[in-house]
């Protein structure tokens, strides 16, 4: 059984950091491309970065220079380091992995507001 848990989400103020981490299991976490999409109300889930199996990533241009993806194979676990965050971040996060399938988490809210 496949699983995709995230966690580290929460409330922050403008300008603040958070690290959000999805731990997977069932997989052979190596060789996935391994994502993170967001959902706004209202707005469709897009894409927020991904990292290949080699390390390569892609961002968003409106997370550029702000968020980093980064992975640990040993761990099995993705992450995504959020800095400077803005009223627009706010969103569902989920997490994302594909190979031959794609998975996806159950999502964890993150909200920047004063």
């Known amino acids: 059984q496949v699983q995709l848990v995230e966690s580290g989400g929460g409330l922050v103020q403008p300008g603040g950091s958070l690290r959000l981490s999805c731990a997977a299991s069932?997989?052979?976490?190596?060789?996935?491309?391994m994502g993170w999409y967001r959902q706004a109300p209202g707005k469709q889930r897009e894409l927020v970065a991904h990292?290949?199996?080699?390390?390569?990533?892609n961002y968003a241009d409106s997370v550029k220079g702000r968020f980093t993806i980064s992975r640990d194979n040993a761990k099995n676990t993705v992450y995504l380091q959020m800095n400077t965050l803005k009223p627009e971040d706010t969103a569902v996060y989920y997490c994302?992995?594909?190979?031959?399938?794609?998975?996806w988490g159950q999502g964890t809210q993150v909200t920047v507001s004063s």
């Open positions: 994302h992995a594909q190979y031959s399938k794609d998975y």
């Open positions: 069932g997989i052979v976490f190596s060789i996935y491309v």
């Open positions: 990292i290949t199996s080699g390390d390569n990533t």
